[in-house]
């Protein structure tokens, strides 16, 4: 039976190093020659997983990858976009109007780069570094921007996330979707939308029942890959939220943890 891999990136399809292991990509090529789906699944624009789909021959097996944390779903061989949710501007307006006094750094993609207000933002130099993608400088994006987003992102020191995402969750959770993805950041997605949406989105597209969709993740932004029915596998370096939700703990990322479940319980 076909299956959907979907993967989330950092601690999980990536070690401690931020590259996939020569076992894990040999393993999920595996999959993808068996005809199962690989799809990565991450807050990242495609310039940041380019190089993790080339590694795993996307471009070969059509693989899918579900960016802004679900909002947008494309084939990395040919570009076409399947699905694709984005804010209102003036939803995403609302955002920066809230978050701007909060003490928070803001940015969000354009033209698949990094569009904040400051070059020298912290969660900027973090994330252009990471991802190694470029970035755009707007002075004046906390008065408001001027296209449609998929996601808005805060980010601060882990303290300070602690203190404001409280504070955001109350203000924007009956409106839109709210995640911490990591201790530093916090997205925003239109309401509705979230990894695990993206997954029974490309489910239906393909006719494969959700039952048939194996969801590796470890933070709490899987939490919705984890909720859908989906068979879920958190990493034993997850947080205690995502293992006692996951029906099955695998090694770690620095472990493998990815090919050691599906050696054993897949392709065996």
Known sequence: MKKIIALDVDGTLVNSNHVITEKTKNTLLKCQKEGHILVI??????????DLAEDLQFDTYNGLLSKYNGCRVTNFATGQVLFNHTFKIDQSNEIISFVKNLDVEI???????????????KSLIDTTKRLKIGYIIDKNMRNGINFLAN???????KDKIDQVYPIVQKEFENKYTVVRTTENYVEFMPKGFSKGSSLLEIAKYYNIDKENIIAFGDEENDYSMFDIGAFSVAMRNASEKIKEKADFVTKSNDEDGIAYYLENYLLK
């Open 41 to 50: 699944a991450s807050g990242r624009d495609v310039e940041g997983v380019k």
């Open 107 to 121: 940015f969000t993609f354009k033209d698949g780069k990094v569009y904040s207000d400051d070059k020298n933002n």
């Open 151 to 157: 996601n808005m992102i805060i980010g601060a020191s």
